[in-house]
């Protein structure tokens, strides 16, 4: 178990029973994904379609850059790019097919829905096998 240093010099020392102000783990994990006034801008001026199952995919997404550590992540959903703040869970923007350049990010995380093949190569082109 993993414990917090106490007992610095010239710091008051605190109680073991003192909690801190973090959410418990289960209330993070049931917290719902946002967006910020920047993506849900750029969902609407791009047109960007955002089902059920694209959201459940960033949801799962998300799950998956926690336990790994992500912070600030590339999340690609069929073609679509989300910059999301992983502590936050938050989306930050989001583009669709376009050359773009993402700076700042520590992982990235390519998932397809359920509608698109496995098989699905970029843009939907089936993936040739050897």
């Not at 790994?68 to 999340?75: D, E, M, W």
């Not at 930050?92 to 093949?117: K, P, Q, W, Y």
């Amino acid at each position: 178990m993993i414990e917090r240093v106490r007992g610095v010099a010239g710091s008051p020392q605190s109680s073991p029973s003192q909690k801190g102000s973090a959410l418990p783990f289960e209330r993070i994990l049931d917290q719902e994904i946002t967006f910020s006034a920047h993506a849900r801008r750029r969902l609407e001026e791009r047109a960007i379609p955002l089902s059920r199952e694209v959201k459940e995919k960033l949801e799962e997404g998300l799950r998956t850059l926690e336990a790994k550590g992500g912070r600030t992540s590339l999340i690609v959903v069929d073609g679509v790019a989300f910059v999301v703040n992983v502590p936050e869970r938050t989306v930050i923007t989001c583009v669709e097919n376009e050359n773009r350049v993402f700076t700042h990010i520590d992982s990235v995380l390519f998932m397809n829905t359920a509608g698109r093949s496995a098989a699905s190569g970029a843009c939907g082109r089936e993936v040739q096998k050897p």
